[in-house]
């Protein structure tokens, strides 16, 4: 049905790119956020009431961490827009999957430790308003 967009950072990509609308885009960030919130009641309820406290790592700073987001979100949407969704991609469209995957390997080898990785606002929006620990989420969101 959106072709594949879990992600709202690589679902406003589509949409800075014009391949998508600015409601399909909205419609597709709801679905995004409230997927993100129902995976994280039904952890907390399969857990036991068990809640996680967020991605913060001490001895990262908040600057620290908005960079390395900015820099693994920016090289995942790159990489799938010019292989999964620019109409002028020609034969590298047939790489796609692995580009993209090689891509998230990267970026959490590189940044896991120190972000957990989300290059996904939705990942990290469901277990902060599962467990309302709102520490540092706007950096999830630039």
Not at 5 to 26: E, Y
């Amino acid at each position: 049905i959106s072709g594949g967009h879990l992600n709202p950072a690589v679902t406003f990509g589509a949409f800075v790119g014009g391949n998508i609308t600015f409601l399909r885009g909205i419609l597709y960030w709801h679905g995004q956020l409230l997927g993100s919130i129902v995976a994280c009641l039904l952890l907390k309820f399969v857990t036991g009431g068990m809640t996680t406290g967020g991605f913060a790592v001490s001895g990262v700073s908040v600057w620290n961490a908005l960079v390395f987001e900015i820099v693994m979100t920016f090289g995942l949407v790159y990489t799938v827009y010019a292989t999964a969704i620019d109409p002028k991609k020609g034969a590298i469209g047939t790489i796609a999957p692995l580009a993209i995957g090689l891509i998230v390997a990267a970026n959490i080898f590189d940044g896991g430790v120190f972000t957990g990785a989300s290059m996904n606002p939705a990942v990290a929006f469901g277990p902060a308003l599962v467990s309302w620990n709102w520490v540092n989420q706007w950096v999830y969101w630039v």
